[in-house]
């Protein structure tokens, strides 16, 4: 790991749709996890890897363990989304990723979050990382970003 080099961050656009907020116009604030699950997602792809497969290939589960959101500013219907999403920590069986929403328009910080996810197998027990998973994860995961450093202060 060189930590000279930016953080592995994924950036995913989305819009809010009408369903997604309340009679204000604002987006509920469930919706943040959704979108803080996208962006994992997208992450994971980024990094070579489909959740999908994880599953069904490599029975290797990343079960939601702690979220956490600070709401910043309200998201209103038909704005642009951008979710930041990156790995904070990867170890043998439990991965930290962290999240910042923000407006397309005008970048304005709508919230930040983190996850927190246990490895297990089908049925629910702890489990390990199988290697080729851990050491992109780590790697990602090792890097110093602004992002990081940002939730820091």
Not at 91 to 103: D, W
Request: glycine residues 6%.
């Amino acid at each position: 790991m060189n930590s000279n080099h930016s953080q592995i961050v994924n950036e995913t656009r989305l819009r809010v749709r009408y369903a997604e907020t309340d009679q204000m116009g604002v987006v509920y604030h469930s919706n943040h996890f959704i979108w803080f699950e996208i962006g994992r997602v997208e992450l994971l792809r980024q990094l070579g890897f489909s959740y999908r497969a994880m599953e069904s290939e490599d029975n290797c589960f990343i079960a939601v363990a702690e979220a956490k959101c600070r709401y910043r500013a309200p998201a209103h219907y038909d704005d642009e989304i951008l979710v930041r999403t990156c790995l904070r920590n990867a170890r043998e069986s439990v991965l930290h990723f962290g999240y910042e929403l923000l407006r397309g328009e005008d970048g304005a910080l709508l919230a930040e979050g983190e996850t927190t996810h246990i490895v297990t197998d089908a049925a629910m027990k702890v489990a390990a990382l199988p290697e080729k998973y851990l050491a992109a994860f780590r790697w990602a995961a090792g890097r110093t970003s602004d992002l990081q450093r940002k939730s820091k202060s």
